[in-house]
């Protein structure tokens, strides 16, 4: 089957920089929109950050001008370079792709295990 692993997740300094990664792998035709998430504690999960296919992006307002998305098509990876972190941004981040088409032509929505990024001095 396919899954998504997700990377790069640790304790920052506020106002420091981390990159994410999460690699798809598996019988994998084609994915369409890739993207972040995050949960806090006793939060729900929000959207941080999503990918088209063609690289159209959409941001969450808390994080526009900070983080940035993108994707290697060829790598089945999507990356989300986050910059002035802050303690809010500390989270359990998850990767998700909307629609990976695996090669005997099913469709499936997948979730990544999740990775933690902690802010704090």
């Known amino acids: 089957q396919v899954q998504l692993v997700e990377s790069g997740g640790g304790l920052v300094l506020p106002g420091r920089s981390l990159t994410l990664s999460c690699k798809a792998s598996?019988?994998?035709?084609?994915?369409?929109?890739m993207g972040w998430y995050r949960q806090a504690p006793g939060q729900q999960r929000e959207l941080v950050a999503t990918?088209?296919?063609?690289?159209?992006?959409n941001y969450a307002e808390s994080v526009k001008g900070r983080f940035t998305i993108s994707r290697d098509n060829a790598k089945n990876t999507v990356y989300l370079q986050m910059n002035s972190l802050t303690p809010e941004d500390t989270a359990m981040y998850y990767c998700?792709?909307?629609?990976?088409?695996?090669?005997?032509?099913?469709?499936?929505?997948?979730w990544g295990q999740g990775t933690l990024v902690t802010v704090s001095s």
């Open positions: 998700n792709a909307d629609r990976v088409v695996t090669t005997d032509l099913r469709d499936f929505e997948v």
């Open positions: 598996g019988n994998i035709f084609s994915i369409d929109a």
């Open positions: 990918i088209t296919h063609g690289r159209r992006t």
